[in-house]
């Protein structure tokens, strides 16, 4: 048993160490200069009170991306240092980000502790390299990430940081293979405990869905499945579940081999980035002439989640509309009835019109996944999603990609109980176009604009809000541009009421209310490492069943160019094209 030191390094405040909605995300070249993931992770000690720290178990593991290894290794010994008793790690490092929320909740450790908290070692969605993304995030006990409170205390330690602590004498721990290492220090015994990076997160699946009926699904010769982990950490569990557990053949997987680099690619589960899967399913440039039935894809952290039919796009603000309307009859776990949904407020309206049908509780909040964790704590939602391929319910504290595509095989599974020998199947486009007859349409798109000048983005920003002084003016402005829109009947910037714990989040992103239903939004993006991102929503409402069938585009152009108009977006970002439209 290697015993080991407590050295006292010290050190300065970095400028910029500001956490986001989902932690600190900066270039790989950032993190590694000197004191740099030290200075931020002394910071978040310093933020936690003793008690989460001293004696503590901490989970330390992420979507493998370049910098990781390094980074969990670097973590190890500052845990150590600041009196942490043991530190769980996934194998290779890899854990999922729901994976790391359902180990925080349900795993055992073999002394019978529980995690008190986890450092989660991704930046999502964006790239990953040696120059490219990192990014690191601090969850807390209930396995969510954490709240604005410790974030900002974080932020605030930053800036005054003299000193960080380092196990001195404390090996590179292998986490290459499953077992404890014990250590000794000033504080006692030290544990490093690499685990299985499934088997918790499986388990769990296990005990919220039906997997049998899914089985039966898959099995079927009129059912064809496909699976993109896109070179993230969905690759870890897509075997165990989609193979192992639920027959599905390995053809059916597609990229699901880990990748630091991620294969080179951008890995966010979107009709952009996943091109292969795109076309595997009947659409993009390069169709597919017999594509599956059901497609999905996973971004690099495996918690946010893309789901097709064959030649057939969900978009997410349906998809969890779909789930929510649908999960009582088809998921086990909510049997009992839903306590009630949520949804992010730049998602569509979608998910309201079924909260009201079926006389559920319902919520509007910011983007922000802690937001959900706050209402699910307290018993008051059940299922949740956001526009941004995010969809999850209270089984954990985090968005969780491979839930969604469970969730989806058992709508489908419950629909075609009656059908897999040899009636018609009823598809993801049937679920879809049923469910618009019975709750009207939401046509919807969002218009991202990557990396644009941080002071441009403030001050387009500044003239929609300036805008929102006289909505007369607005409506004779946008009367000029489309004649065929309706008025705005409100606008305001989102602000929001905590019903929890009373906090009030402002300035969470600027809308447009239309007198027919329709909504535009516009956010600044605190998800990006480098210039800001704009983000515009664009959303029309169709109650009539006649007209749920128009081309998306079609049905949005109107509000699409009253949106770029009235903005000025190529006046203030140069850009006459956005770098995105999902």
């Not at 469910?435 to 920003?461: C, I, P, Q, S």
């Amino acid at each position: 048993m290697a015993n080991f030191t407590v050295k006292r390094v010290e050190s300065a405040p970095i400028e910029g160490q500001k956490p986001g909605t989902s932690g600190l995300r900066k270039k790989v070249k950032v993190f590694t200069q000197p004191h740099y993931l030290h200075n931020f992770v002394q910071s978040t000690f310093n933020a936690l009170s003793a008690e989460k720290v001293k004696g503590s178990t901490l989970v330390v593991s992420g979507d493998g991306r370049y910098y990781s290894k390094d980074a969990i290794q670097i973590i190890i010994k500052m845990a150590a240092a600041n009196g942490v008793k043991s530190v769980w790690v996934g194998q290779n490092g890899l854990l999922s980000t729901p994976a790391v929320s359902a180990v925080v909740r349900e795993r055992v450790g073999a002394d019978g502790s529980k995690a008190n908290g986890a450092f989660i070692l991704t930046a999502s969605h964006n790239p990953g390299g040696p120059n490219e993304d990192f990014g690191i995030k601090y969850n807390m006990g209930n396995g969510g990430p954490a709240p604005e409170g410790i974030t900002d205390q974080i932020y605030e330690n930053t800036k005054t940081i003299k000193e960080y602590f380092l196990a001195e004498g404390l090996p590179d721990v292998d986490i290459s293979s499953i077992g404890i290492s014990k250590f000794s220090g000033p504080d006692g015994q030290f544990d490093v405990d690499v685990f299985d990076s499934a088997s918790d997160y499986v388990k769990l699946m296990k005990s919220i869905f039906d997997f049998e009926s899914m089985k039966k699904l898959i099995a079927s010769p009129q059912f064809s499945f496909c699976y993109d982990a896109l070179h993230g950490v969905a690759g870890a569990y897509a075997g165990r579940i989609f193979v192992e557990e639920l027959g599905a053949t390995e053809s059916s997987l597609l990229n699901c081999v880990p990748k630091e680099d991620f294969g080179g690619g951008h890995p966010d589960p979107n009709l952009t980035y996943a091109k292969e899967l795109v076309s595997r399913m009947g659409l993009g440039k390069n169709p597919d002439s017999n594509p599956p039935e059901f497609g999905a894809a996973a971004d690099g952290d495996a918690d946010r989640n893309m789901v097709l039919g064959k030649r057939f796009f969900v978009t997410p603000s349906d998809s969890v509309a779909i789930i929510a309307a649908n999960a009582v009859e088809s998921i086990p776990y909510f049997s009992s009835g839903l306590k009630g949904v949520a949804r992010s407020m730049p998602t569509s309206a979608a998910l309201d019109v079924v909260a009201k049908s079926l006389n559920l509780k319902f919520f509007e909040v910011p983007t922000g996944w802690k937001f959900f964790g706050n209402l699910m704590d307290a018993g008051l939602c059940s299922v949740c999603g956001e526009e941004s391929f995010g969809t999850g319910s209270d089984h954990i504290r985090e968005k969780d990609g491979i839930w969604a595509v469970l969730a989806w095989l058992s709508i489908l599974a419950y629909k075609n109980k009656d059908n897999l020998n040899g009636g018609n199947l009823v598809t993801v486009e049937d679920i879809v176009k049923q469910h618009w007859a019975k709750f009207g349409r939401h046509y919807y798109t969002r218009y991202d604009y990557e990396n644009v000048d941080a002071g441009a983005a403030k001050e387009l920003m500044a003239h929609l809000v300036k805008l929102q002084a006289s909505l007369s003016d607005v409506n004779t402005t946008i009367k000029g541009i489309r004649s065929d829109v309706a008025n705005v009947a409100s606008a305001d910037e989102f602000e929001y009421k905590d019903p929890v714990d009373g906090s009030i989040s402002k300035n969470q992103g600027i809308r447009y209310l239309f007198e027919d239903g329709s909504r535009l939004v516009f956010r600044l993006s605190g998800t990006g490492s480098e210039g800001a991102t704009i983000r515009l929503y664009i959303e029309q409402y169709e109650k009539d069943s006649s007209k749920t069938g128009r081309d998306s585009q079609d049905a949005l152009a109107p509000l699409v160019e009253v949106a770029l108009k009235l903005s000025k977006m190529q006046e203030y970002t140069g850009r006459s094209a956005p770098t995105v439209i999902t």
